[in-house]
Nanobody
Framework: QVQLVESGGGLVQPGGSLRLSCAASGSIFSIVAMGWYRQAPGKQRELVAA??????????NYVDSVKGRFTISRDNAKNTVYLQMNSLKPEDTAVYYC?????????WGQGTQVTVSS
């Protein structure tokens, strides 16, 4: 079974930065997309960022609220996806979950807490 292990969450002041990592253990095949979701207390889970392989290259997509502040990237050799988060705001506070979509199934990380507070 594929396991995704997340790291990098924590407490940061507004305007600060964090880098989340999500590494897949073992072999994983036919990856269609990698992404990061988040869920704040009392709110629905939302897709924050995704990265896919397009016909002409790598494609990324972001929810409007994080555009210009967050960057998703990947290292295929390490089966790892990253989320660089800059200029963090209190409203970014949530549990962040990584997701790998493959031709076989959908896999999730355990979640990592990001808290933005002064």
């Amino acid at each position: 079974q594929v396991q995704l292990v997340e790291s990098g969450g924590g407490l940061v002041q507004p305007g600060g930065s964090l880098r989340l990592s999500c590494a897949a253990s073992g072999s994983i095949f036919s990856i269609v997309a990698m992404g990061w979701y988040r869920q704040a207390p009392g709110k629905q889970r939302e897709l924050v960022a995704a990265i896919t392989s397009g016909i002409s290259g790598i494609m990324t997509n972001y929810v409007d609220s994080v555009k210009g502040r967050f960057t998703i990237s990947r290292d295929n050799a390490k089966n790892t996806v990253y989320l660089q988060m800059n200029s963090l705001k209190p409203e970014d506070t949530a549990v962040y979950y990584c997701n790998y979509r493959t031709g076989t199934g959908n896999y999730w990380g355990q979640g990592t807490q990001v808290t933005v507070s002064s």
